[in-house]
């Protein structure tokens, strides 16, 4: 079965220090998505793509987070400088227009 | 702000009682879609419906669409551990996509 990849599938890393998450989405798929899952927040969306093009990033902090899409095969989310409260699992999904949205394993993030 | 709001936050029952979970909205919603995330896992995509009245079962679970298209809910019958988790519901509207707060289900066996 086609999957969400997304690497790494931990981190942990001291603040102060740059992290970029990955994400290949399912090939075909024209939608990305970047969310974050906290036990306090629940699932935030931050960020996402329609072919390729960035349509919404509102619910991401723009001064420290930034997300791209250098080709259709390749999404990432950057933390730069990271801080103690970036810790939390982040999920990429993809789907095709308004259709499911299919889930990676996530990264779970550890900022010391 | 949210466009959907789900109830309840948790719910704990016996294994073989009867479970449901609601997603409102006070806006006309073009779709809804159910997803369930086990612990420590990622959200799985359960079903879709986009019709007024829309009624779909997968096994013991059955998903329904308002009249008015403004509300939805989850019904699991008889249900067993293998049902613990936490069950979100998610609609999308132009370009912007809206989840609930997700619903926590604890099965006591």
């Known amino acids: 079965d086609a999957r969400v990849t997304q690497t790494p599938r931990h981190k942990v890393t001291e603040m102060g220090q740059e992290v970029t998450m990955r994400c290949q989405p399912i090939?075909?798929?024209?939608?990305v998505f970047w969310y974050r899952q906290t036990m306090m927040q629940g699932l935030e969306l931050l960020a996402y793509?329609?072919?390729?093009?960035?349509?919404?990033d509102s619910g991401m902090p723009k001064d420290r987070f930034s997300a791209e899409m250098p080709d259709a095969t390749l999404a990432t989310l950057k933390i730069q400088p990271s801080e103690p409260r970036d810790s939390a699992v982040y999920f990429c999904a993809s789907g095709a227009d308004r259709g499911a949205q299919h889930f990676g394993d996530g990264t779970r993030l550890s900022i010391l | 702000g949210q466009q959907v709001m789900q109830i309840p936050q948790y719910q704990h029952v016996q294994e073989g009682e009867d479970f449901t979970t609601y997603c409102n909205s006070s806006t006309t919603l073009s779709n809804i879609q159910w997803y369930k995330q086990r612990p420590g896992g990622h959200p799985v995509f359960l079903i879709q419906l986009v019709k007024s009245g829309e009624v779909k079962k997968q096994k013991r679970l059955t998903f329904q669409f308002g009249e008015a298209k403004k509300n939805s809910s989850l019904h699991i019958t008889a249900t067993q551990t293998t049902d613990v988790g936490t069950y979100f519901c998610e609609s999308n509207t132009g370009n912007q996509f809206y989840f609930g707060t997700g619903t926590s289900l604890t099965v006591i066996p």
């Open positions: 090939l075909g798929h024209n939608t």
């Open positions: 793509f329609r072919n390729r093009a960035p349509l919404d």
